[in-house]
Each structure stands twice: as C-alpha cells, then as structure tokens.
C-alpha cells in the first residue's frame, strides 16, 4: 500500500500557480512509497529512487533529503567511478548528469513505439531493467527480454544487440566489454565484447532456479543468487561455480567497499556483511535480532564507509534505513507518518494540520516541516480556526481541541444501535456550528450537529436525509451535502432540515463545492462535473477528461476558489484544472 497518499488535495494551492507551476513534495523526506535504488557517489552526496519515479538527493551523508525530480517509470539508476550518473526508464529513456548529478538532461530514448496510455504499465516491445555506468562515457542498457544496448559516448550513439537471451532478471558488467546475465530458467550468459556475443556459462535444470541477482567484483571473481536462498561463487569468471550458503535469502543487491569487506540485502529485511571477499557471510541488521520479518524488501545496498551504509525498498520502518556502527543498528531516514487522511490549512496561513494514521501533525511554516503533536485517531477533521481542531471517527467518536491540539475533550456521538457509530463525515460550517455523519454499523444513518464548537452534539432523527457526507457551507445557515445514495441534498436553516435536489447522475456524487449561494459544482465517479448557477435548482454537465488521451481515474476532490478557477482530483493522482468555470478543462 502506498503511504502518505493525500485522501484530499486543497486546490487552493494549484490555483495560486501559475499554469506551468510543479507540485513539490513537502514532507516526509524520504517519502514513504518503496524504495528502488540508493546510490552514493561519496561519503555526503548521495542518491535515491523511489517508485513512481522519484529521485531524491542528500548533501549531509542521508540527514536529510530533496526532491530533484520525478521520472515516470523509473527503472533503474547508477553512478561511474568519476561520479556521472545515468537514470534509465521502463520505455527506455535515459537521462545523464555529467556533475555527480547536480544537473540532469535526457541524452537518449529507446526507438520503440508506446501504445496509448491505459491503467497499468503499457506493453513496451522492450522492457528496460538495468543501467550500467561503466565510466562517464560508457554505459550498457539491458531489457528483460534480452536487448543489450551499449554507448560509448554518453549516451549519444548506440550499438545494439539482440543477445537471444530470454527471461532477463540480473546483470552486470565490470566493463564496457565483459557482462554477464541471468535468467529466469537458472542460466547465466557472458560477453567479452560489449554484449555482440554471448555464451551460455551454466544452467540449473530444477525449479525453481531463478538468477535474481548477479554481482562481479572483477573479470574473474563473482557471485550468482538462485532462487530462494543459494549464494554462488566463481573465480574463473563463471566457468565454474561453488555454493557458499543455501541459506541466504534472495539476495537482490551487493556492494563491495574492497576485495574483501562486502555487504549485501535481501527479502525478508535481510542484510549480510562479508570480511573474506564473499567466502562466508554474517546476517547482520534487523532480521539478525528480531528474526525473518514477513511483507518486507530490501532492494539495494550502498556503504560509504566500513561503518556507514543504506539500504533500501520496503520495510515496516521506512523505505530507506542508515546505519553508523557497520550494520548492526539501522534508523529510518524519515519519521513513519502513516497514511495522510486530511489536511486543513485554516484561513490558509502558516498553520495547518494533517491527521494520520499514527496521530496529529501539525506544521506552523507553511508545511515544510511538521510534527506530531497529538497520538488522537479519527478519519475525518476539520479546523474551523487555527486553534480548533475536530477529529470524527469510529464508535461515535469526536474529539475537540481548543489550543493547537495539546489538550483534547471527546464526546461520543450516541447510536440507534447498539453496535455503535462509524462517523464518515465532518464539517465545522463556522468556530460553532458543525455536523457529523456516519453509519449506525451499517444498519442505519445518522447525522448529528453541534451549535457550540463540538462541545456537545445533538443527535438529528429526521430519516429521510440518506446518508449525507461531503458537507460544504457558504455561510451558517445555507449548505450543501452528497448522499451515500447518489443524491445532492440542501439547507436553509442551518441544518434542521434538508431538500433533496435534482441533479440526475448515473454515478456516485463524490464530492461538491459551492463559492457561493448560487454557484457550485460536484463531481462524480466517472469524473463528470456537475455545474449549478441557480443554487441547485438546475445543472448542467462537462466531462473532466475531454482534454485528455488517456482515460483519468475515478473523480475524487473537486475545489473552486471563485466562480471560474478550481480543480478535480481523481484517484489515479491526477489534477485538473479549469480557468472557465469548468467548461474546459487541463
């Protein structure tokens, strides 16, 4: 499951830009998606991709993280001795940074043609695995079904080899003439020149037999990991090969500091250090002491020092780890946040809340940096003011707190059963008035609402309101909600009671905002947008989706900052955007 993926975009901040301007990734650093790679090109400046694309740099030896770029589809990246850097995509495109990637600029792309755009990853001809940075100007590219492309030159001119090996899953190369492959069918492959060629080393007619990992420290020495646990040695450049342990599991990734100090990581949080050149191998870091730890990955390794490393994927501590004492300790780069379920900015200043599933954070720069000031649980907030926080959730739960969240009062929302409330909706229409709505455990609806800042709540027994959730308030008596039931409901009088509208949707109404009495706008499932000039007497509709060739994700969010500018969020982590009042949109 990805982490810290925003269940609600404020807009807001979109519309401020200019239409050129980029999303930046505001905390934590490191984010939370799954690490790839961890490369250091020296003991302080070093390197990090993480998927969906994002390389992340460190100029204090992993203290601390910036976001350099993201790069769809990411493969894989690698750094040459002299510290050129190469960053290959999926499609095959690679971008080059001659200055130990300060800068970075596309050099190459693969020539093969992308179909368009779909969910999931589109069907490449060729479907690019591994980068090799052999030197500044020499670099070797590697499919999965066996295409070798080698430059000699940055990047700028290519020669191209089908090397008719099939079922690519490793490789490596210690030259720009010798490299070495392995394959899904327990084979491994070798070129002395630059990959025009190749000849079958070995094979294993067993299953399974998968070579996931390939590392070479020289012409001659190497090591070869077979599926699930069996570390292989050569000395003779893969001639020949010798089990060292058939207890080491699924190695992914080595890295060597000398002939002789080595470490390497693996599934299950696994890392093993090396002092006799890969003869033996201890088990060091967290599955030392804790045991095996089922659902995590390390995908890459990287020492600076004998006593400072990273490793790096998926983990229950983060997706990036650092060690100072030669393994035996690691500590996440960043704090675990949990999933982010709402963010509020009041009056859009500095201060500004996110609720998470590991507790409140709050930020009073402007979201550059936040801390988690109070251990509350909810799935719904809303901050009337910068000082007003109110949290709704399971059991019929809503907790208040008046001073920045340091003191809290909880008061339960009673249900008509005994199972209790699930609450699924919240709303601070004003610092006293507000509403909240849920589920009696599935069984019934309830909407409650509250005239004294969340203090107390009276209970609503009008049962005609079917499950009202997004709320959206354009002053204390006049509102706006979506039903579970597909419906767009209205207040007059400050919530007593609601009018169904007639807004005919084939969809869910997913969420709704109204700048004023008259104008709003909703959007559903299917990423319609719902327009109204008449208070929700009548709509008319738009498709958010018309400027695209690709199909968007399902609408989500949708937030206006007058009558013309706003943007929809769907769930495929798209924005769009409107400066028309939702006739076109971008």
């Known amino acids: 499951m990805k982490q810290l993926f925003l269940s609600l975009i404020y807009c807001f901040f979109v519309l401020s830009l200019p239409a050129q301007a980029q999303w930046q990734w ?119 079904d066996g295409l070798v492309r080698h430059s000699m030159d940055g990047g700028r001119h290519w020669q191209q080899f089908e090397s008719g090996v099939t079922r690519v899953l490793s490789s490596s190369f210690v030259s720009g003439r010798v490299g070495f492959l392995g394959t899904g069918e327990g084979r491994i492959y070798k070129t002395i020149n630059g990959g025009a060629a190749w000849t079958k080393l070995s094979e294993v007619a067993y299953f399974p037999s998968e070579i996931n990992m390939l590392h070479f420290l020289t012409p001659r020495i190497g090591f070869a990991h077979r599926e699930h646990s069996d ?133 009073t720069d402007g979201g550059d940096s ?84 969340g203090r107390t709540w009276q209970v609503n027994s009008n049962t005609s309101m079917n499950g009202l959730r997004h709320f959206n308030f354009v002053n204390a008596s006049t509102g706006f909600a979506t039903s579970a039931y597909r419906g767009v409901y209205k207040t007059t009088d400050s919530g007593q009671s609601w009018q169904l509208l007639n807004v005919i949707s084939y969809s869910t109404i997913k969420d709704l905002h109204f700048v004023d009495e008259q104008v709003g706008y909703a959007v559903d499932d299917y990423g319609t947008v719902y327009k109204t000039t008449n ?13 695209r060739t690709y199909a968007m994700g399902h609408g989500e969010h949708i937030r206006f900052l007058d009558r013309n500018n706003g943007c929809v969020q769907d769930d495929n982590a798209s924005v769009f955007r409107t400066t028309d009042g939702g006739r076109t949109w971008t």
């Open 26 to 144: 505001l905390n934590p650093t490191t984010t939370t998606y799954s690490g790839q790679v961890v490369r250091f090109v020296d003991a302080d400046h070093g390197f990090f991709l993480q998927e969906l694309g994002m390389l992340l740099r460190t100029n204090n030896a992993g203290l601390s993280w910036q976001e350099v770029h993201i790069y769809p589809d990411a493969a894989d990246l690698d750094f040459s001795p002299q510290g050129t850097g190469y960053l290959l995509t999926r499609p095959g495109v690679l971008w080059r940074s001659p200055d130990g990637g300060r800068t970075w600029s596309r050099v190459s792309g693969a020539p093969q043609t992308l179909p368009p755009y779909s969910y999931g990853y589109p069907q490449l001809q060729h479907t690019y695995i591994k980068v090799h940075a052999i030197s500044a100007d020499t670099v070797v590219e590697v499919a999965a």
């Open 370 to 453: 936040w801390g988690i000031v109070a251990q509350v649980g909810g799935n719904q907030m809303s901050c009337p003011d910068a000082n007003t926080v109110v949290i709704a959730g399971g059991g019929g739960n809503v907790a208040r707190s008046g001073d920045g969240g340091r003191t809290w009062t909880t008061t339960i929302i009673p249900g008509r059963y005994s199972f209790g409330n699930n609450l699924v909706a919240l709303h601070m229409a004003t610092s006293q008035i507000g509403y909240v709505a849920g589920e009696d455990n599935s069984l019934g609806q309830v909407l409650a609402r509250t005239a004294d800042g």
């Open 231 to 363: 570390l292989l040695r050569t000395a003779d450049g893969g001639l020949t090969w010798a089990l060292v342990s058939s207890r080491l599991e699924d190695i992914n990734e080595m890295h060597f500091l000398s002939s002789t100090v080595g470490f390497a990581a693996g599934g299950y949080a696994t890392i093993y250090s090396t002092t006799d050149g890969g003869l033996t191998w201890t088990l060091i870091g967290p599955a030392a002491t804790s045991g095996f730890i089922g659902g995590t990955n390390l995908r890459s390794v990287r020492f600076t020092s004998p006593t400072t490393g990273y490793v790096a994927g998926r983990t229950t501590r983060g997706p990036l780890l650092r060690t100072t004492d030669g393994g035996r300790t690691w500590l996440p780069t960043s704090p675990m946040m949990g999933n982010i379920l709402a963010v509020n900015f009041p009056g859009h200043g500095l201060i500004g809340y996110a609720m998470s599933t590991t507790g409140l954070m709050k930020t």
């Open 535 to 547: 208070s929700g007497t009548s709509w008319t509709t738009t498709q958010v989706n018309n400027s």
